[in-house]
């Protein structure tokens, strides 16, 4: 898909690719946060998942608990957020603190205002993309190099190739990569 961005509209292939951007105003992002400082404690960064995926892309509950164990022990000073599907379902079985809701613009300025936002190959994964905020796309069964995300030090991980302690080490990299280097949408 990548390699097909340019080409149409140029006629040239190119190694830019403009970044996804949902262009949040000043009000939508001072609301997103309002909404994220109801839900977790204010003091502490957060980390943003998106447990939920459609049909191979959905990993089991089981696998959410053991990564999250995983990113536990490694963020205990991080808050923990699940963004919920409009199924509103969680493969976390609710047990931590979620956000719901239906508007698009709204979710999207919640992720923004989380350190990292990790799930799976989705719509929401590009969603949180867009937000500006850094994104680690989850893939097991779709192409990694045509749909990862990419902007502001986001990546895919492939799970089928690391354990869940190397995916949480993904998380500290970017994490620390996004302390360094603020993000920035242009």
Request: proline share 5%; aromatic share 10%.
């Amino acid at each position: 898909m990548r390699q097909n961005i340019e080409l149409p509209v140029t006629g040239q292939e190119t190694s830019y690719i403009p970044s996804l951007n949902i262009r949040l105003s000043a009000d939508e992002l001072a609301e997103g946060k309002k909404l994220l400082d109801a839900l977790v404690p204010q003091d502490k960064k957060t980390i943003g998942l998106f447990t939920y995926g459609t049909g191979a892309k959905c990993y089991t509950p089981d696998w959410w608990d053991a990564f999250y164990e995983s990113l536990q022990k490694r963020f205990p000073s991080h808050n923990f957020l699940e963004i919920l599907p409009a199924e509103n379902v969680s493969q976390l079985n609710f047990k931590i603190p979620s956000f719901y809701s239906m508007d698009v613009r709204e979710i999207c300025s919640v992720i923004a205002n989380t350190a990292v936002f990790i799930g799976a190959d989705s719509g929401m994964m590009h969603l949180a993309s867009a937000s500006g905020t850094t994104t680690l796309g989850l893939f097991s069964v779709t192409n990694l190099v045509n749909y990862a995300p990419f902007n502001n030090g986001s990546m895919g991980l492939n799970t089928n190739e690391a354990s869940v302690e190397e995916l949480t080490e993904n998380v500290a990299s970017s994490l620390m990569n996004r302390d360094n280097h603020p993000p920035v949408i242009t």
